[in-house]
């Protein structure tokens, strides 16, 4: 069973910058496909960010690209996985979650449905 803990979501204005993060009971070494999720109201679930484990290749929403940057810290049993998210829009408004999957292969999905382990979101509010 994996845990993740995510931490860092507030309230910012439109432009500034806000930096998540989550703790992942997941060893450095192991084949996960890790990511940031988020959901706005009345709005489906979509990625923001993701990237395998053990591989630097990461994925980015068009939504995102050149604003947000997702990086990993490993320690012995826990990876840390931050969201560094700036110039931030009141349309990235939302719950952010993190979530995390067992993949034998250095292919993340964007599809949050084939993610099975999921944090308990942060709120992140953007205002103009």
């Known amino acids: 069973q994996v845990q993740l803990v995510e931490s860092g979501g507030g309230s910012v204005q439109a432009g500034g910058s806000l930096r998540l993060s989550c703790i992942a009971s997941i060893d450095g070494t192991s084949n996960y496909c890790i990511g940031w999720f988020r959901q706005a109201p009345g709005k489906e679930r979509e990625a923001v960010a993701t990237r395998y484990t053990r591989d630097v290749v990461t994925y980015y929403a068009d939504s995102v690209k050149g604003r947000f940057a997702i990086a990993q810290d490993n320690a012995k049993d826990k990876i840390t996985l931050y969201l560094q998210m700036n110039s931030l829009k009141p349309e990235d408004t939302a719950m952010y979650s993190c979530?995390?999957?067992?993949?034998?292969?250095?292919?993340?999905?964007?599809?949050?449905?084939?993610?099975?382990?999921w944090g308990q979101g942060t709120q992140v509010t953007v205002s103009s």
């Open positions: 979530a995390a999957d067992l993949s034998p292969v250095p292919v993340c999905p964007s599809d949050p449905t084939t993610y099975m382990y």
